[in-house]
């Protein structure tokens, strides 16, 4: 079955950095395009990055210059470098990958991993 084990979430305080991991398990990882999305309590879902099967990245304007989405094709996992970091960016961050096969959408998801900044 089709598994996406996230890691490296922590306490972290403001200006820090973290790098989160997806690893994937269960599909053809290159072919699927990949993104981070994070939950902030009491908010809803919003997307933070994404990358497409070619490489291509994209996000959202509040992380835009301090995180970095990657991808490791022959590793299955992808990544999200994160930098100077504030107490704004405190939600639990799930990693996603997604296609369209035949017309239809496929996507998955990981369980969350729990990224708090403080001081």
């Known amino acids: 079955q089709v598994q996406l084990v996230e890691s490296g979430g922590d306490l972290v305080q403001p200006g820090g950095s973290l790098r989160l991991a997806c690893g994937v398990s269960?599909?053809?990882?290159?072919?699927?395009?990949v993104g981070w999305y994070r939950q902030a309590p009491g908010k809803q879902r919003e997307s933070v990055a994404n990358?497409?099967?070619?490489?291509?990245?994209d996000y959202t304007d509040d992380v835009k210059g301090r995180f970095t989405i990657s991808r490791d094709n022959a590793a299955n996992t992808f990544y999200l470098q994160m930098a100077s970091l504030k107490p704004g960016d405190t939600a639990v961050y799930y990693c996603?990958?997604?296609?369209?096969?035949?017309?239809?959408?496929?996507?998955?998801w990981g369980q969350g991993t729990q990224v708090t900044v403080s001081s």
């Open positions: 996603n990958v997604n296609r369209i096969l035949a017309g239809m959408y496929f996507e998955y």
């Open positions: 269960g599909v053809t990882f290159r072919i699927y395009d």
């Open positions: 990358m497409t099967a070619r490489g291509n990245d």
